[in-house]
């Protein structure tokens, strides 16, 4: 059975706010990368990489040593990347064709977006963001505006959508202010 509420988490700023979720037949925590190390409740884990490339890359050797490792422990949880990499027998490649069949667009700048597509495309009726705040300056330059993208192809798609307004840059205008109102930009779910 499809998830209904869909909390996905990132790696910024909010992620330890997924601790609280209570995961069951309604609820689901997807992450990205290496998030199921540490939080053990990641139902699907999205590591959209040439897995082999980290894996002998010496920056990123020791962490995919550890990620195959737990996630071969870890055989009921969903391993999607860009291939079914070998190292991890669960690991399936991402339905790439379907999802732009699906929403006649391809348009992905990061991990978190395939997610989304995914979400939509399972059924999901809400979205949670943790630790998905396109702040830091390369997330902001180059992933922000294909977040938002598809934030809004959700929103658009009607799922409600929930975001960290504290911890995220997505959906807020630069200076905070509505333009042509001049007044302080608000948001629904404050």
């Known amino acids: 059975m499809n998830k209904k509420i869909i909390h996905l988490l990132g790696k910024g700023a909010g992620w330890r706010d997924v601790e609280k979720v209570e995961v ?3 609820n689901g925590i997807w992450g990205v990368n290496d998030c199921f190390l540490r939080t053990p409740q990641v139902e699907k884990t999205f590591h959209m990489h040439d ?3 980290f894996a002998n890359d010496e920056r990123t050797a020791s962490s995919m040593r550890l990620t195959k490792l737990k996630a ?11 291939y079914a990499w070998h190292e991890i027998p669960h690991c399936k490649a991402y339905p ?4 732009i069949d699906y929403f006649g667009v391809c348009y992905f700048s990061s991990t978190p977006e395939y997610m989304i ?9 809400e979205l949670y963001y943790y630790g998905l705040n396109m702040a830091v300056k390369l997330e902001f330059i180059e992933q922000k505006p294909g977040m938002e993208f598809w934030t809004g192809m959700a929103m658009g798609k009607g799922l409600k959508v929930h975001l ?3 911890n ?7 200076d905070g202010l509505l333009y042509g109102y001049l007044m302080n930009q608000w948001r629904v779910d404050e």
Do not use: C, H, R, W
């Open 117 to 125: 597509a995914k979400a939509i495309m399972d059924g999901a009726e």
């Open 168 to 174: 995220t840059s997505l959906l807020k205008v630069k």
């Open 24 to 26: 069951d037949e309604n």
């Open 164 to 166: 960290q307004y504290g």
């Open 96 to 99: 790439l064709e379907e999802v």
């Open 51 to 53: 897995l082999e490339v």
């Open 72 to 82: 071969n422990e870890n055989p009921d949880m969903e391993f999607y990347s860009t």
